[in-house]
């Protein structure tokens, strides 16, 4: 069974501050790696993909892919209240089957 | 802006009743997802089609749940009979085929079996 790990939370940050949200996988035949926001009772939003080693980044959001150590991180630089939402890491193979982890509760403060 | 369609947007059944969901993926993408989304939890994928084939059904409990997307289109998710313990989001996405393309979801839809 192909695996996508990460820790549920919460993780409370202050507003302004950086949030910074990992997500492991076990599968090295991994091929694509997103990150998805989902608010309570909504459906999960793409937010960010990354595809290749190193470093994404689009807006406030960062993505950085380390596929030795099977490792994909998302960093929310000057983080709102409004990012508060549940962060879904998923993985995709190269039957395009897409995987989801348990995703991180972030809860960012006024 | 294009984007997947699903109906109901809530259902209320009773156990041992059958329900069935409707999705309509974005026009031209071929691949389609159904997901289960049970609350505190991520989505599990249920079953996945390429066109009009079933690429993984491995999760799907085949007893009950059954899936079809006869013209490569829109597809049906039915669960018979339900039970309690499908109480769930049902979660419906679709991307183009091949590496490095991005699934986009439905709203959802809300299943509650009482």
């Known amino acids: 069974q192909k695996e996508v790990e990460q820790n549920s939370g919460p993780l409370s940050v202050p507003e302004g501050a950086i949030a910074s949200l990992n997500c492991t996988y076990s599968?090295?035949?991994?091929?694509?790696f997103f990150w998805y926001r989902q608010y309570s009772g909504k459906s999960p939003e793409l937010i960010m993909f990354?595809?290749?080693?190193g470093d994404k980044e689009d807006g406030r959001f960062t993505a950085q892919l380390n596929k030795a150590s099977q490792y994909v991180s998302l960093l929310i630089r000057d983080s709102q209240p409004s990012d508060s939402a549940t962060y879904l890491c998923?993985?995709?193979?190269?039957?395009?089957?897409?995987?989801f982890g348990t995703g991180t509760r972030l809860q960012v403060f006024p | 802006e294009a984007e997947v369609a699903q109906s109901p947007r809530y259902k209320i059944t009773e156990k041992s009743q059958a329900v069935a969901f409707w999705c309509d993926p974005i026009?031209?993408?071929?691949?389609l997802y159904w997901y289960r989304q049970i609350l505190g939890q991520g989505p599990e994928l249920l079953v996945q089609?390429?066109?009009?084939?079933?690429?993984?059904d491995s999760q799907l409990p085949k007893d009950r749940f059954s899936a079809e997307r006869l013209k490569g289109v829109d597809s049906t998710l039915k669960i018979q009979p339900a039970e309690l313990g499908d109480s769930a989001m049902y979660l419906c996405?679709?991307?183009?085929?091949?590496?490095?393309?991005?699934?986009?979801f439905g709203q959802g839809t809300r299943l509650t079996v009482v």
């Open positions: 089609f390429q066109d009009e084939s079933v690429v993984d």
């Open positions: 599968d090295r035949g991994s091929q694509s």
């Open positions: 990354i595809y290749s080693n």
């Open positions: 998923a993985v995709s193979y190269n039957t395009d089957k897409l995987i």
């Open positions: 026009s031209g993408h071929a691949t």
């Open positions: 996405a679709s991307s183009s085929q091949g590496r490095d393309t991005e699934a986009f």
